[in-house]
């Protein structure tokens, strides 16, 4: 899983700016955010539960940022848990 440069702006849900960073299977990752509301925004991007503004949310070599809600429902089920 990969994120490059995703902006997202949510008012209820805090700002991320130019978010880059590769998920690797089997590691596990310590994240630190500056406030809550950021932490809630970026982790529902990796969920793919919120749309981004701007970036690629990139799984098994697919940009998957345009795909429906649906289709990121079935990408969630079977790669992300």
Do not use: W
Not at 12 to 37: C, M, P, Q, R
């Amino acid at each position: 899983m990969r994120l490059e440069g995703i902006y997202s702006l949510v008012e209820s849900k805090g700002i991320l700016k130019e978010i880059n960073f590769d998920f690797n299977e089997g590691k596990l990752y310590y994240v630190v955010v500056e406030n809550e509301k950021t932490g809630v925004n970026l982790f529902d991007i990796i969920g793919l539960v919120s749309p981004i503004m701007r970036g690629k949310y990139i799984i098994n070599g697919v940009d998957v940022s345009g795909f429906s809600y649906r289709a990121k429902t079935e990408i969630r089920k079977e790669y992300i848990g």
